[in-house]
């Protein structure tokens, strides 16, 4: 994470199919972030319903993260000054997968793309 510019620091990273993630995320920022991993080409999905979550009421109990298929992981809000560790299962087929930060506004420019990609493949 990029203080003050809402964007994370890596925009971009690859691992194995079904390979387990460890993601450290580190927020020096001062407002919150998260972490979200959409289905592929959902990016603009899961932005608008983090848009249309905010108009529910509903939106800081599920942590600012909409409730759709698309959504493959989440983290909780990370508070400024906080680092989380967390662990997930990457998807098992090979693709470009959209990460982005779901708290309010940020969807736009808090993303990057997590490559699924066999570690043999050129
Ligand atoms: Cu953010």
Redesign the pocket.
């Known amino acids: 994470m990029i203080p003050g510019q809402?964007k994370f620091d890596k925009t971009e990273f690859t691992v194995a199919p079904g390979q387990l993630v460890q993601l450290v995320f580190t927020n020096p920022d001062v407002m919150q972030?998260n972490f979200i991993l959409g289905a592929t080409g959902s990016l603009e999905q899961i932005g608008t319903a983090a848009d249309q979550l905010l108009a529910t009421g509903d939106a800081l109990a599920q942590q600012y993260v909409p409730q759709t298929p698309q959504v493959l992981y989440s983290t909780p809000l990370v508070d400024p000054g906080q680092t989380i560790t967390v662990q997930f299962r990457a998807p098992t087929e090979a693709g470009a997968y959209p990460y982005v930060?779901t708290?309010p506004g940020?969807w736009r420019l808090?993303n990057g793309i997590l490559t699924v990609r066999p570690a043999s493949a050129p």
């Open positions: 809402l972030h930060c708290f940020h808090m």
